[in-house]
Nanobody, 127 residues
Framework: QVQLVESGGGSVRSGGSLRLSCAASGYTYSNHWKGWFRQAPGEEREGVAAIHNDGNTTYGDSVKGRFTISQDNAKNTLYLQMDNLKPEDTAMYYC?????????????????????WGQGTQVTVSS
């Protein structure tokens, strides 16, 4: 059974940094994508960053240059380094993994690509 457990969320001031981690069990990273998403109250869940097993990455426009996604395949762990945080980054952050094939037309930041999700970790940024 696949389990994804996020950690590292918290409250920081604007301009601060946080590093999120997502530990996976019951799943060996395969040749697919892993991603970070976020959802603020009353908003749609949006893709933040995604990384392929080959190291290819993609980012949402609002976080480019500030967030960095990485992975440690030996530890089955996904990371999201968040720097220069802004109040608009406040949201619940979720990691997600794709363990089955999907349409190649689906963007890596599309929720439809992912079939397993963590429970989320809250990030709050104050001004």
């Amino acid at each position: 059974q696949v389990q994804l457990v996020e950690s590292g969320g918290g409250s920081v001031r604007s301009g601060g940094s946080l590093r999120l981690s997502c530990a996976a069990s019951g799943y060996t990273y395969s040749n697919h994508w892993k991603g970070w998403f976020r959802q603020a109250p009353g908003e749609e869940r949006e893709g933040v960053a995604a990384i392929h097993n080959d190291g290819n990455t993609t980012y949402g426009d609002s976080v480019k240059g500030r967030f960095t996604i990485s992975q440690d395949n030996a530890k089955n762990t996904l990371y999201l380094q968040m720097d220069n945080l802004k109040p608009e980054d406040t949201a619940m952050y979720y990691c997600a993994v794709q363990t089955m094939g999907t349409s190649p037309a689906l963007h890596p930041l599309s929720r439809l690509r992912y079939n397993y999700w963590g429970q989320g970790t809250q990030v709050t940024v104050s001004s």
